[in-house]
């Protein structure tokens, strides 16, 4: 439908959910049009149309909008880019990839905040992520970074713990290159973090196995986190260690760390390793000391 006023014509849109643009029920297969309309789309602050959250202004017409899900919807994945017209792009920020309740992936968009990912970019996606534990992570296909592909909506008490971007931390930093850059699941209820990893082989020993020195320093990251997770900055006092079995390179590794106790500046923290066939590989104990921090 449209409406003609003194000053300019105004007409009414939908998309749906694979980003068709709809006008009286019928798809728009103008390419020029399409370009223009979603070059120009923004929110609708005219004060006019509340259900039509959106609008393309064109010369001395006004395209109300009304989207079924989201008013960007990515078409393609190519080139490191998500495409929803032939045209228009945006980057492709795996660490920008959300998962709806009941499945649907989302990317941030420059309208609407994020746009939704429609066949066929979602199947070419789909190929790379790979589950993170009861969550999913995104492994990508040219650099092997992986990045959690975050619920739209999760518990109070849970959050992700990310590799941050300005820390070179060999463990968990995202600005080390050569690191494992690990994240994490923290739980604030039972001051404890969580994480699954698949170990590269350059983490192998002589035997064909993990070499110890990296089990510790995974115990020594997963403990760390429980401490982290409560904005408390605490180097490593001490780290006992038991290795019960060999730690295999190519399966899926769980780590944890749990507080156990707090005293002053002193926190004592304990972790364990599992395999997949949930066996306990090796344990640690550590004594990890805020620091002294002087104004």
């Given amino acids: 439908m449209s409406e003609t006023t003194a ?40 004060g006019k149309y509340n259900d039509y959250p959106y609008y393309s202004p064109s010369g001395y017409e006004i395209n109300f909008v009304k989207p079924i899900d989201t008013p960007i919807v990515y078409q393609r994945w190519g080139n490191n880019k998500l495409w929803y017209h032939d ?29 939704r990912i429609a066949m066929p970019a979602l199947m070419h996606l789909t190929e790379h992520i790979e589950p993170f534990g009861e969550y999913f992570q995104f492994r990508h296909p040219d650099t092997g970074k992986t990045s959690i592909v975050e619920p739209t ?12 971007k300005d820390n ?48 510790a320093l995974l ?19 001490t780290l006992n260690i038991r290795y019960h079995r060999p ?20 926190f004592v923290i304990k972790g364990e390793i599992r395999n997949e066939q949930h066996q306990l590989l090796a344990e640690a104990e550590g004594l990890f000391i805020r620091l002294h921090i002087t104004t």
Avoid at 249 to 260: C, D, E, F, P, V
Wanted: with cysteine; aromatic share 10%; hydrophobic share 30%.
């Fill in 153 to 164: 909506s999760m518990p109070s008490h849970l959050r992700f713990l990310h590799p941050r």
């Fill in 168 to 215: 070179t931390c060999f463990g968990c930093g995202d600005a080390n290159p050569h690191g494992l850059q690990l994240s994490f699941l923290y739980n604030e209820q039972e001051k404890a973090a969580e994480s699954w990893f698949l170990p590269p082989s350059f983490m192998n020993g002589s035997l064909g196995i993990m070499h110890g020195g990296f089990v």
């Fill in 247 to 266: 730690t295999p390179i190519g399966q899926t590794l769980y780590l944890k760390g749990k507080q156990i106790s707090e005293h002053g500046r002193k």
């Fill in 7 to 46: 000053k300019h014509k105004e007409y009414f849109f939908e998309i749906d959910e694979r980003g068709n643009v709809l006008h009286n029920g019928v798809e728009i297969d103008d390419k020029p049009f399409i370009h223009v309309f979603f070059t120009r789309l923004k929110e609708n602050t005219t």
């Fill in 87 to 115: 045209t228009l792009s945006v980057p492709f920020e795996q660490e920008s990839l959300t998962v709806s309740d009941d499945g649907i992936l989302y990317h941030t968009a420059k309208v609407g905040g994020k746009g």
């Fill in 219 to 237: 115990l020594d990251e997963v403990m760390g986190k429980t401490l982290s997770g409560q904005g408390v900055k605490a180097p490593t006092g």
